[in-house]
């Protein structure tokens, strides 16, 4: 790339807030106090993002009468339900081809279960009047290389042969580029009802609200410090008092669970994002865009890019850092190298927006797995419930997990509890300085993938065929 481009790219920066777009928001609720003193509750939640809050407004909406506290440690939906790029989608195993390879006697349940759980999000933002701009319009997966071309056709005709491509549409590059027209789309695949566009930050504070609505007592700027069994409970402490709960359910994902064991399954990565002014309408026409689609490309180190309400688009991805030791920090949250590089993608993808300029430019931490797709617990003799590892779609997964975690306090069966993507757990991440070490090969060899037609190398054949393999 020549400098000049580069310096060219980077201008549009220039005034570029280093703060999510859906946070700076003037609409943003006062936090509620924090707790001071004892509590006692019947299900005491911790974490205020939406794993959280959805276990919370679930619980009160199975049992009114359950009295239900929910403790934040800062403020609710500051972390990844406020910095993630709006994308709710049904699936419930990080993409259909996740968890095809890793479930396949049970992915036409998947598929059902994930559907049903999106349908309910539509539902109770429309009963609780959560005001989150949801739009139900899809996603488009685009290819910008030809074997990314032949792929998705290859994998459209496998799903449509299996009958699990309902709802889906194959885009040929003229089809794809009247949709979004950009020089570098060549095919993609429109999923038209399994994917909801959404302001994440809004869907967090009216889950909030509604909880305050029913009854749930929420104190924010009130981290969980231990956990421990009292009596035939659980106590946890806090710093100006504590809580007695005959349950607790822990919402904390990408932050240290308060079930020691856990933590070896997760490890951070930092996604980023930036976002552009609002468009012209001349602008706007020249991109197209009229369904107003969710895209993301087929790389294995993509991008993923959407219009706002008010007509910006956002544009994330492609560079997943792992920190070494996997320490959650809010200095790894702003990387200006990777703003640049991000900015210079969108103007390759989207040339005739040259001059548009770039109002927030973010980044945060995701928790992930070695599936890449949430996993679920208990601990203390069924008297705590943990999900975590969702590897960045949470926005719609959580509520799924929520009603798993809400089965598993319960000691019931259900359809829920009997799959095997509930009973069963991921590998482990192993010490340092192996993982950072094999994230770093990962990610090596995914790039490379990339620059090579898609052809993977014995280190990815490998993890393949040991479960491991990461396509996205």
């Keep these: 790339m020549a400098p000049s481009a580069m310096s060219r790219w980077t201008r549009s920066l220039s005034e570029a807030r280093p703060v999510s777009y859906w946070l700076d928001d003037p609409g943003r609720p006062d936090p509620e106090p924090a707790l001071t003193g004892a509590e006692t509750c019947d299900l005491l939640v911790v974490g205020g993002g939406y794993s959280g809050l959805w276990t919370a407004l679930l619980a009160k909406e199975r049992d009114p ?3 239900v506290v929910l403790v934040e440690g800062r403020e609710v939906g500051w972390a990844a339900s406020g910095r993630n790029g709006g994308f709710c989608a049904a699936s419930l195993t990080h993409g259909l081809p996740n968890g095809l390879t890793r479930w396949p006697d049970e992915i ?14 539509e539902e109770t933002v429309a009963r609780h009047s959560i005001d989150c701009d949801f739009e139900r319009t899809g996603e488009i997966d685009v290819a910008t290389e030809p074997h990314q ?5 290859d994998w459209y005709e496998e799903t449509d042969r299996r009958g699990l491509a309902g709802g889906v549409e194959f885009l040929d590059a003229d089809a794809v580029r009247e949709q979004v027209n950009s020089p570098t789309f060549r ?9 909801a566009m959404l302001h ?8 909030k609200r509604a909880c305050l609505d029913l009854g749930v007592r929420v ?11 009292y009596g035939a409970g659980m106590a946890v402490r806090t710093p100006y008092g504590a809580v007695r709960a005959r349950a607790v359910a822990l919402g904390t994902n990408v932050f240290p669970s308060l079930v020691r064991r856990v933590r070896a399954y997760t490890v951070p990565v930092y996604d980023y994002a930036l976002m552009t002014e609002p468009l012209t309408d001349g602008q706007l026409a020249s991109v197209g865009w009229r369904n107003r689609q969710g895209l993301g490309d087929s790389a294995n180190q993509f991008h993923y890019f959407r219009l706002s309400a008010d007509n910006r688009i956002l544009w994330g991805g492609y560079d997943a850092v792992y920190p070494y030791g996997g320490r959650v920090r809010a200095e790894y949250d702003d990387r200006p190298e990777t703003y640049a590089k991000l900015a210079a993608h969108f103007f390759t993808c989207f040339p005739q927006l040259e001059g548009v300029r770039f109002t927030h430019a973010w980044g945060g931490a995701i928790d992930t797995c070695s599936r890449f797709s949430a996993f679920f617990g208990t601990a203390h ?9 969702y590897t960045g779609l949470g926005v719609g997964a959580t509520r799924f997990g929520a009603e798993v975690m809400l089965d598993l306090l319960a000691g019931e069966r259900t359809e829920r509890t009997e799959l095997e993507m509930v009973r069963r757990k991921p590998l482990p991440f192993p010490p340092e300085p192996f993982a950072w070490t094999g994230i770093a090969l990962t990610k090596w060899s995914l790039a490379r993938a990339d620059a090579r037609g898609g052809r993977r190398n014995l280190w990815l054949r490998t993890m393949d065929r040991l479960g491991l393999g990461f396509d996205s």
């Design 149 to 153: 071309a032949r792929e998705l056709r």
């Design 187 to 195: 095919a993609g695949l429109w999923d038209r009802r399994g994917v």
């Design 65 to 67: 009468a359950r009295d």
């Design 381 to 389: 003799a069924g008297r705590v419930a943990y999900a975590a590892g």
């Design 219 to 229: 104190y924010e700027h009130t981290p969980a410090l231990t956990l421990r069994p």
């Design 108 to 121: 036409h349940t998947l598929e059902e279960l994930g559907a049903r759980n999106l349908d309910a999000i």
């Design 200 to 207: 994440p930050a809004r869907l967090a504070w009216g889950l």
